[in-house]
């Protein structure tokens, strides 16, 4: 690789410095990341027309993170996706967590990891993000300590490199909440084609808690144009908010293609499933002198992870980290071109 790595001062947060950092590799085609919630702000990469254009949401300026509500490209923990009843049993101590959906945690509640000023280290074509998180942060048990690494290779890939230590057990699950739309200023992503390579999913409630069941996937996705799934109920589009369980050995987790401007987006993971949302809620405002607010179906999250609420779903893998153990999980995200035909 020949990554270079270069960082502007980019405001302030909670009395501390935030900076944006620009990965550019040989070609040219660069993402852009900040320490505020170690987020993704941007991935810029050519079409096949060799135009570049950034193929995430984000904000052109601080304030946009600072106002969002909807964890646009951030980094995610203590845990990702849902806890029933904020809270769970562990070593026979009960402990309760922030609820900030309905009687539910998501994404960790209040005090999640995307409103988090990162420390950060360059090394070499790596960019580290680095944040401790104290024991009671957020209800959940331990001090610990979690290193973001991100790299971007000269083949437009993007990996995520996970890795954490807790002095206590505690449970942890970590992801990125980028909203993807290859099309680089389309105004939703029902003209993408979507592929998972999963067939099966984790049942759940009108609440999108789990109901402990392994069901058949009742949509999927073979290269299907994401319009063709949203279904319309009570008036309104319903979109995807599923978590599907990736097969074992495929050679991807999921593939998603914009026909109009040939990209493509392949990710791979160490994860053993995947969230997908497709933005039903998606409403957060872009605050700039073009000042409007996101779509609904304007972008669509891949979110590779652990099973939601496995803490009380004994049918589940658990997601616990033993106390001194080490945390050790990655996403790859692989920008490309449609093959020409």
Not at 57 to 82: E, K, V, W
Not at 87 to 107: K, P, Q
Not at 230 to 255: S, V
Not at 264 to 276: D, E, W
């Amino acid at each position: 690789m020949s990554t270079t790595i270069t960082r502007k001062a980019w405001g302030t947060a909670h009395g501390e410095d935030v900076f944006l950092f620009t990965l550019r590799n040989s070609a040219g085609a660069f993402v852009e990341i900040t320490n505020y919630g170690a987020t993704l702000v941007s991935v810029n990469v050519p079409d096949r027309n060799s135009t570049p254009g950034n193929v995430i949401i984000g904000f052109p300026d601080l304030d946009g993170y600072l106002h969002d509500t909807c964890y646009i490209g951030s980094t995610i923990g203590r845990y990702a996706n849902r806890i029933s009843n904020a809270g769970f049993d562990l070593n026979g101590r009960t402990y309760e967590l922030e609820a900030n959906d309905g009687v539910n945690t998501n994404h960790g509640g209040a005090s999640d990891f995307n409103s988090k000023i990162f420390g950060f280290e360059i090394n070499d074509e790596e960019l580290v993000m680095v944040l401790h998180s104290n024991d009671g942060d957020g209800g959940f048990p331990g001090n610990l300590s979690l290193r973001v690494t991100y790299t971007w290779s000269d083949l437009n890939a993007l990996n995520i490199h996970y890795k954490a230590v807790s002095d206590k057990d505690t449970f942890a699950n970590f992801t990125n909440h980028a909203y993807f739309n290859l099309s680089n200023g389309g105004l939703d992503i029902l003209d993408h084609q979507l592929e998972i390579n999963a067939g099966k999913i984790v049942d759940a409630g009108d609440d999108y808690i789990p109901t402990g069941k392994i069901i058949p996937a009742a949509v999927l996705f073979d290269n299907t144009r994401l319009g063709d799934k949203i279904a319309i109920k009570a008036g309104r589009p319903k979109g995807i908010n599923a978590y599907y369980i990736l097969n074992n050995n495929a050679p991807f987790a999921a593939k998603l293609t914009h026909p109009t401007s040939g990209r493509t987006l392949t990710v791979t993971t160490s994860y053993p499933g995947m969230f997908c949302y497709t933005g039903d809620y998606l409403n957060s405002q872009y605050l700039n002198t073009n000042s409007r607010t996101c779509q609904p179906f304007e972008g669509l999250c891949l979110e590779c992870q652990y099973y939601p609420d496995s803490m009380n779903r004994p049918e589940f893998p658990l997601a616990l980290l033993p106390k001194h153990h080490v945390y050790d999980e990655f996403i790859n995200l692989k920008f490309g071109l449609m093959s020409v035909k």
